[in-house]
C-alpha cells in the first residue's frame, strides 16, 4: 500500500486512496464544466453546443492523500445515428466501470425527457451514485429543495450536492467527500498529470471548441478536428497541421468565411490557449476537408474511443 506523509510530523503516514468517479447528464448539463474545476484546470472543452463532448476523457485531481479520475463521458440523450449511439453507448460503459456515479443536473431544466431516460437505466448502475444539481445560482431555493426531494424518490443516491460549476459554489465541498469514498490504493497516475488525453488529441478538442464557439448554431455538430502533425522545432516551439473534417462542401465554405476570415479567427484563437498550455510558441495550420457521411463510419467512430458494441 502507497503512503503518503501528513503535515503534522515527518514519521507519520497515511495510506492514499485513488478511484473513479463517472460523470453522467444530459446534454449541456455542465460535466465539462465542472470536470475543469474540479480539476482546477482546463482538460475538457466547453461550448454551447449540445453533445460537445464526444468520447470518454479523464481529468485527475488530488485532494490530501487521494487521487480522484473523474471520466467526463458524453450527454445521454436521443440516439439517431451511429455517431449518437456510440456516444450514448460510450456514456454508459463509462458509469458502469466507474467506483462511484455523479449524476449530473441541470437545476433551470429540471426533469425533462432526458432526464428521465437517464433515471430509468440508473437501476442497472450498481456502483454508489451521488445526485449534484448544477446551475444553482439560476434557480430559487425552494425549487431546489423541491427539486432534490423528487430526484431523490426516483433514485438512490448515497449523498446529494448543490453546486455552480461556473462559479465554483459547492464544488469544495464535493471534491472533499469524493475524496473521502475513493478506495484505499496507490495513486494510478503520476502526481502532476491533470488528463490522460494524448497531446495531440487535446490540442485537437481545442481547436473543435473555438470552431464551435465561432460558429454556434452554423455548423452542425458532426464536424470534427484531427491532429495531423505535431512537429517539435529547433527553437522550442511546436508547429501544429490539424484538419477539420466537415460533411458537406456548403459546410467547408462557412468554416472558411468569406476570404477566410473565419477560419484566421478560430486558428488564432486555438494558437493563443495551445500557447498558454505548452507554455511555448505554436505555429498552427488549419485544413479543410470533406469527409462525407465521418459520423457513420464504424472505423473512424472506433479510432474517436467511441464505443459501438453496446446497446443504447
Given amino acids: ?56 476523457m479523464r481529468g485527475i485531481a488530488i485532494k490530501g492523500p487521494s487521487q480522484v479520475i473523474f471520466v467526463d463521458t458524453p450527454g445521454i440523450f436521443q440516439p ?17 466501470d466507474a467506483d462511484i456515479v455523479a449524476v449530473l443536473i441541470d437545476a433551470k431544466r429540471g426533469i425533462g425527457e432526458e432526464v428521465t431516460r437517464i433515471f430509468d437505466k440508473l437501476a442497472d448502475i450498481r456502483h454508489p451514485k451521488i445526485l449534484i444539481i448544477n446551475k444553482i445560482d439560476t434557480v430559487k431555493r425552494d425549487s431546489l429543495l423541491a427539486l432534490a426531494a423528487d430526484l431523490n424518490a426516483r433514485a438512490k443516491f448515497e449523498a446529494t450536492f448543490m453546486v455552480s460549476a461556473l462559479n465554483g459554489s459547492g464544488v469544495e465541498d464535493l471534491m472533499g467527500w469524493l475524496a473521502e469514498q475513493v478506495p484505499v490504493g496507490p495513486w494510478l497516475y503520476p502526481e502532476d498529470q491533470i488528463s490522460d488525453l494524448p497531446m495531440r488529441m487535446l490540442a485537437a478538442e481545442i481547436t473543435r471548441e473555438k470552431l464551435f464557439l465561432r460558429l454556434h448554431d452554423e455548423l452542425p455538430y458532426s464536424s470534427t478536428v484531427e491532429t ?85
Fill in 1 to 56: 500500500m502507497t503512503e503518503v506523509e501528513t503535515n503534522s510530523t515527518p514519521e507519520a503516514t497515511v495510506p492514499t486512496q485513488a478511484g473513479f468517479v463517472a460523470l453522467i447528464g444530459a446534454p449541456n448539463a455542465g460535466k465539462s464544466t465542472l470536470l475543469n474545476q474540479l480539476v482546477g484546470a482546463k482538460v475538457s472543452i466547453v461550448s454551447h453546443k449540445v453533445q460537445t463532448t464526444r468520447a470518454i
Fill in 228 to 312: 495531423e502533425q505535431w512537429k517539435e522545432m529547433k527553437d522550442g516551439s511546436a508547429r501544429l497541421e490539424q484538419t477539420i473534417y466537415v460533411e458537406r462542401d456548403s459546410q467547408k465554405k462557412i468554416v472558411l468565411g468569406k476570404d477566410g476570415q473565419t477560419i484566421k479567427a478560430i486558428s488564432m484563437a486555438a494558437r493563443k490557449e495551445l500557447t498558454d498550455i505548452v507554455e511555448r510558441p505554436v505555429h498552427l495550420f488549419l485544413f479543410v476537408k470533406v469527409r462525407e457521411n465521418w459520423a457513420e463510419d464504424p472505423e473512424r467512430l472506433r479510432e474517436m474511443g467511441l464505443d459501438l458494441t453496446l446497446k443504447s
Fill in 80 to 96: 439517431k445515428r451511429t455517431l449518437d449511439r456510440a456516444m450514448v453507448n460510450t456514456a454508459w460503459g463509462g458509469a458502469s
